[in-house]
């Protein structure tokens, strides 16, 4: 936990000094696509929206990233992604949970296939 706490702290520290002036960024470079597999399985109900655990994916620093709206699994979609503290766009930052939305009633199962993600590298510009 000191070491969960000590990053924290030193990334709102990070945060406070930049007073998160909004910015403008340009695309640095390809595109990366990575896919969202679940790590464990779970049951759905129509209009669920659940945590769902998936393998680890690494988002390198100055990268956004965007979810495919396209419907990767049989029974719904992952609407975000994310890990127990969120960072921000100039960090590394990884995320190990999904948020998946069920259209009809059915399961995921671990190893499966849930959403498809783009990781776009960009270069921040500061807005003047």
């Not at 597999?37 to 990233?65: H, Q, Y």
């Not at 609407?79 to 259209?103: K, N, Q, Y």
């Amino acid at each position: 936990m000191p070491a969960i706490t000590h990053r924290v702290k030193k990334i709102i520290e990070e945060i406070d000094e930049k007073k998160r002036v909004p910015f403008d960024f340009a695309i640095k470079e390809t595109c990366r696509v990575d896919y969202l597999i679940a790590e464990e399985d779970k049951e759905f109900r129509s209009g669920d929206a659940k945590p769902v655990k998936i393998k680890k994916v690494e988002i390198p620093r100055n990268t956004i990233l965007l979810i495919s709206p396209y419907g990767r699994h049989g029974i719904g979609q992952v609407i975000s992604i994310g890990e127990e503290i969120a960072m921000p766009v100039e960090l590394d930052r990884s995320a190990d949970h999904a948020l998946f939305v069920a259209g009809v009633d059915g399961s995921v199962k671990k190893e499966e296939l849930i959403g498809v993600m783009m990781l776009i590298p960009i270069i921040p510009s500061i807005r003047r």
